[in-house]
């Protein structure tokens, strides 16, 4: 059984360039999460996508984007990047049900913005 | 707005020997989940442990145990028996039943040394 995969491994863009983070969750999942962490930080919540909405976000501007698939699977988009978008990009999975669903991470991307 | 602290930016200890890893947190609610993650170079991001803020007994994994104390908002991590693999960052995170995303500490870059 195959985990989180994310693609691609690391990326480098430059200033005002678009990206677009691709995450596959572990199979039997059906909620996809994004986390920014930026370098020496801990994990910075963007959004989550549950039944291909957003289903919460966190304090990030509309610059960052998600779509999720019907198999589940999900993309983060961020627009006019800027250079403090540098950072590794996780995605978690989890099953959505009635109480405590654990989350699963992927390895991440690393993004870095010259 | 939930808060999560970690006051040792970097720590060693001699294999075989025990460290505790410490963690406050700042919240309104009553019940919620603390965890603890691991994240070695590889990046992945590891449970090592989870505990529910409305159970008392203090939660265990293996060499891994937490010290829970709600009133003070605390949640301290021990690691017995260090071995060489459990050099990593370990984040501290807090998650509401009904949130479903983590609020992760800034971490604590742990060193286990031969």
């Known amino acids: 059984d195959a985990g989180v995969t994310q693609s691609p491994t690391h990326l480098i863009k430059t200033r005002g360039q678009q990206v677009t983070l691709r995450c596959s969750p572990k199979s039997g999942h059906d909620t996809v999460s994004w986390y920014q962490q930026a370098l020496g930080q801990g994990p910075q919540f963007i959004f989550q996508y549950y039944e291909e909405e957003e289903r919460q976000r966190g304090n990030f501007p509309d610059r960052f984007s998600g779509h999720q698939f019907p198999n589940y699977s999900s993309e983060l988009n961020v627009n006019a990047l800027l250079l403090g978008d540098s950072a590794l990009y996780l995605c978690a999975s989890s099953r959505t049900s009635g109480g405590y669903n654990e989350q699963f991470f992927g390895p991440g991307t690393r993004l870095t913005v010259l | ?114």
């Not at chain 2, 890893?21 to 449970?47: A, G, H, V």
């Open chain 2, 1 to 114: 707005a939930q808060t999560v602290t970690q006051s040792q930016p970097e720590m060693s200890v001699q294999e075989a020997e025990t460290v505790t890893l410490s963690c406050t947190y700042d919240t309104s609610e009553s019940n919620y989940y603390l965890f603890w993650y691991k994240q070695p170079p590889s990046r992945q991001m590891i449970l090592v442990i989870r505990q529910e803020a409305y159970k008392q007994q203090n939660a265990t994994e293996n060499r891994f145990s937490v010290n829970f104390q709600k009133a003070a908002k605390s949640f301290s991590l021990k690691i017995s028996d260090s071995q060489l693999g459990d050099t990593a960052m370990y984040f501290c995170a807090f998650m509401v039943p009904y949130g479903q995303n983590f609020v992760f500490g800034p971490g604590t870059r742990l060193s286990v040394l031969p």
